[in-house]
């Protein structure tokens, strides 16, 4: 059997097991976001916070609300860092420096996970756990419930302006989808020999006389959410390439999934929710045209372009292989994960480009946790847009009116995150104390710096190996621009929504531009290429393509 072939059995093994999750999770999420029932134990947490679990917010309120709770995490994760000598299961680990902690705050609680630190050299066991595990849940069901947000904004048929409450909404999204998922891939992972435990590093003799260091930690149920959550932020330095996160092919085949399930199943949870399960199946086949053309690139890359320049296995563990290790490094640009199973630097130019420009794209396919979703549809209002302009009609997505009010706030959502690359890239092209962080010259060193800011900007978290992001001015610019690359398209989002829900939907009539057709399918995937592709070329010439052809 040929190693091509071999190579893609991950592949299909995890599109299966995708394949099933799909309608019984979707169909639940649905259920789960338009039930009026709340639990007891729901009940006591609105008490305890004083929500009103019935009340209903519009935009302006829902996106005050993600405001509020996101900034009291930034400050109490920060304090956290900055008291970890004094608190629990320290092990003799010391305050993290005021800006690593910043950046670290506004990492985690932007579900970004970049880190300029060594997590087992850094963080203590209590500060991993109640800080950085917390806000894997909690970041990643803020971004789920802005997308069930704007999905509301575009079924609703009453034309009140309300798009949900946000209490209820985190709450659901925690304690009935990302915990309960949580538990099972925890025990799954510990099953095939990732470590949970509160062990203080030991230290054994080796055979050859010499001391080894074996850390202990909390690693299961962190690294699970970490992928369910699209977070990627690592226990460990080496992240998921480390055997004690990720020890053999079933756990790479296991958090592939857990990364990929919920994006995917969303798209379902839209079409249910709309009313209409097409629409659904019409954002989820643009995704997945966008993927698996990145997959393939990749792989081809990685297999016959790295064989040739003696490539292939460099920076990748020998356990996980080639492919595998490019299906994960595909699936977690593609996503905002950022998780690593090897180290993005070392892939042919060709294929670290492609990584580069999944970021670029803006993450859609599938994208994040609720990120993902809104992000796509996104680009089916530009799509639908454009394609009214073409044919001389009144722009309308889901029977809603797309006006000027309406393709501002898209306009807005797609330039923040180009601006803010651009923007990080240029200013920090021209400090000279920059070139001490690239550990590369010529074409390869701007990639590594590019691909930063296209990682915070983005919300991903993962970088080239060998670039050095513990210094001041990164540790400050790249925290900005997480926090204002997440924050600032969650308002806009938030904002369209509200826009959606104060119309009544207009009726359907021969002129109606259908939305789940493959010829808007192909428009939407043209759109997204435009939108993201073109606005980087420059960028990716000077880095990528130059070292690639050269």
Same mark, same amino acid.
């Given at each position: 059997?040929?190693?091509?072939f ?5 592949v ?14 979707g ?22 916070i004083g ?22 995490s ?20 010391q ?20 880190q ?80 949970q ?33 699209t ?46 399960t ?14 698996? %053309? $990145?997959?393939?690139? @990749?792989? &081809?890359?990685?297999? *016959?372009?790295?064989? !040739?320049? =003696? #490539?292939? /296995? ?20 593609? %996503? $905002?994960?950022?998780? @690593?199973? &090897?180290?993005?630097? *070392?892939?042919?130019? !060709?294929? =670290? #480009?492609? /990584?580069i ?5 803006g993450e859609?396919?599938p ?13 089916a ?27 501002t ?10 601006a ?26 701007f ?48 904002a ?16 109606t ?15 997204a ?22």
């Amino acid at each position: 059997m040929s190693s091509a072939f071999t190579g893609w059995i991950p592949v299909i093994i995890v599109l299966i097991a995708l394949a099933a999750a799909y309608l019984p999770l979707g169909n639940y999420m649905a259920a789960t976001f338009t039930s009026m029932k709340h639990t007891a134990f729901e009940k006591a947490c609105y008490r305890l916070i004083g929500v009103n679990p019935d009340g209903k917010q519009k935009w302006n309120q829902y996106g005050a609300s993600v405001l509020a709770f996101s900034l009291i995490s930034v400050v109490c994760l920060y304090l956290l860092q900055r008291i970890q000598q004094w608190l629990p299961l320290n092990h003799g680990k010391q305050p993290m420096h005021w800006d690593q902690a910043w950046n670290t705050a506004a990492s985690f609680v932007t579900n970004t996970n970049w880190q300029s630190y060594s997590g087992e050299e850094a963080m203590s066991i209590f500060t991993q756990m109640a800080g950085l595990a917390v806000q894997n849940f909690v970041s990643a069901a803020v971004g789920l419930t802005v997308a069930i947000a704007l999905i509301r904004g575009l079924a609703n048929r009453s034309g009140s302006g309300t798009i949900g409450n946000f209490w209820v909404d985190l709450h659901r999204a925690v304690f009935r989808i990302l915990l309960p998922m949580a538990f099972i891939g925890a025990v799954l992972l510990i099953s095939q020999g990732v470590i949970q435990n509160f062990h203080e590093p030991t230290s054994i003799a080796t055979v050859t006389g010499g001391q080894q260091t074996i850390p202990g930690g909390a690693v299961a149920s962190q690294e699970v959410i970490k992928e369910l959550g699209t977070n990627g932020g690592g226990y460990f330095n080496a992240n998921s390439a480390h055997p004690f996160e990720n020890p053999n092919a079933w756990t790479n085949m296991l958090e592939i999934f857990l990364i990929l399930v919920i994006p995917v199943s969303l798209t379902r949870t839209f079409g249910k929710m709309v009313g209409d399960t097409r629409q659904g199946w019409a954002v989820l086949s643009a995704m997945a045209v966008l993927y698996f %053309t $990145s997959l393939a690139v @990749v792989m &081809s890359s990685e297999t *016959s372009l790295s064989a !040739l320049h =003696g #490539g292939g /296995l460099e920076g990748k563990e020998y356990r996980l292989g080639v492919l595998p290790s490019s299906f994960f490094a595909v699936t977690t640009t593609m %996503t $905002s994960t950022g998780a @690593v199973d &090897s180290f993005h630097s *070392s892939y042919h130019p !060709l294929a =670290g #480009g492609m /990584l580069i420009l999944n970021m670029m794209l803006g993450e859609i396919s599938p994208g994040g946790v609720g990120t993902g979703l809104y992000g796509m549809l996104m680009i089916a209002i530009l799509s639908v847009f454009v394609a009214g302009l073409m044919v001389g009609r009144t722009p309308e997505y889901l029977g809603k009116r797309i006006g000027v009010s309406e393709i501002t706030k898209v306009s807005l959502y797609i330039l923040v995150m180009p601006a803010l690359v651009l923007a990080g890239v240029g200013l920090s092209a021209l400090l000279p104390a920059t070139r001490e962080s690239i550990s590369a010259t010529g074409p390869h060193g701007f990639s590594e710096l590019v691909y930063a800011y296209t990682s915070a900007s983005n919300n991903n978290g993962s970088a080239f190996a060998g670039f050095n992001a513990d210094t001041p001015w990164f540790n400050i610019t790249l925290g900005l621009c997480m926090l204002l690359g997440r924050f600032l398209p969650i308002i806009m989002a938030l904002a369209l929504a509200g826009d959606f829900a104060t119309q009544k939907p207009a009726a359907e009539t021969a002129g109606t531009l259908p939305t789940h057709r493959p010829q808007f399918v192909g428009v939407m995937i043209g759109i997204a290429i435009i939108v993201g592709a073109l606005t980087f070329l420059p960028t990716l010439v000077l880095g990528p393509l130059t070292e690639a052809l050269s």
